[in-house]
């Protein structure tokens, strides 16, 4: 009974309150009605009162109560939106003229997975699209330094919560705020745990992840650093972050050498990795850390020189590019 209604809630769109109670319901019904109502929003009461729902089906039981309740604010965020735009979500303080977030945007980025952020995105674009060409510019600057800026009262900014929720809609907004907005993913803009908001996104999903390796980076895992560039004939080299790994580790800082000469690239590392050479590949880490955090080799011998005078190879990687 309960697996054949999950069916049926997947497709409907307009069924708002539902009466389960004393239906017998166990472990594997709830955890289908748990499934099909995690893309609904219109369920916004749910019984399920006197069913024989297990431990197991308990904590389903919870997120299925934290989805209809994500639907009500989401249901109630639509309607304020429908009368009042933009300002249901930002305004203006008389005194100041400075513009400020509601904590309606607060509520909607810490309900559940983050797909009322879906509506804090719209608003936001379609303020952005309504604006004159003259002044598109100024209300992004004005917006950046406003979301950069706020936080809610656990000490988070905007981008911080999107990037660790697990809603499409959520990543879409994070997308949004960091391209279009120019919201910053690094730097300066920190939660009260010293974070970053790319932190925050490499330890979500693997959509989240693999955004946020994407984004500003070389080779999806490389943030090259603003100053400390050096250039000669031969090659450039760049100071950067591995933003694949934790601060805490010691290979997150690396100096990044590209070298366009594939002849004397290969030579290189046939001088630095000797007869372990074929033993690697484009991507392989040569180090890695041992129960200390200390770095070790990936395999005896892997860098032929004393690392106490020469800068240990950590990796190397192979990308054709439009010269071959």
Known sequence: GAIALADVLKENATLTTLGLG??????????????????????????????????????????????????????????????????????????????????????????????????????????????????????????????????????????????????AKALALAQYLVKEIGVDLDHAVTDKEGRTARDIAMAGNSETRNWAKSVGTKLGRYRIEEEGRYSSGSCTVDFATDVTKSKSDPARNVAIKIMHNREKFDRELKQRLGDFLPYTRSGFDLYTKDDSGAMIENGKGSNRFDVDHVVPLLRYHIIEDFEG
Not at 23 to 46: F, P, V
Not at 77 to 86: A, L, M, P, S, T
Not at 158 to 167: E, G, M, P, Q, Y
Request: with cysteine; glycine share 8%; charged share 25%.
């Open 22 to 167: 004393g239906n017998e319901i166990g472990n594997e019904g709830a955890i289908a009605l748990a499934n099909a109502l995690k893309k609904n929003t219109t369920l916004t009461e749910l019984e399920l009162e006197n069913n024989q729902i297990g431990g197991e089906g308990a904590q389903v039981k919870s997120n299925i109560l934290d989805i209809t309740h994500r639907n009500r604010v989401f249901h109630r965020h639509k309607d304020d939106i429908e009368v009042d735009g933009f300002s249901s979500y930002f305004a203006m303080n008389e005194e100041t003229g400075m513009l400020y977030i509601k904590e309606s945007v607060w509520e909607a980025a810490t309900t559940t997975d983050g797909l009322v952020l879906g509506l804090v995105h719209n608003v936001i674009r379609e303020h952005l699209d309504a604006c004159k060409e003259d002044d598109l510019q100024s209300t992004k600057d004005e917006l950046k330094t406003l979301l950069n800026t706020s936080r809610n009262s656990d000490g988070s900014p905007l981008l911080h919560l999107a990037a660790a929720r697990t809603s």
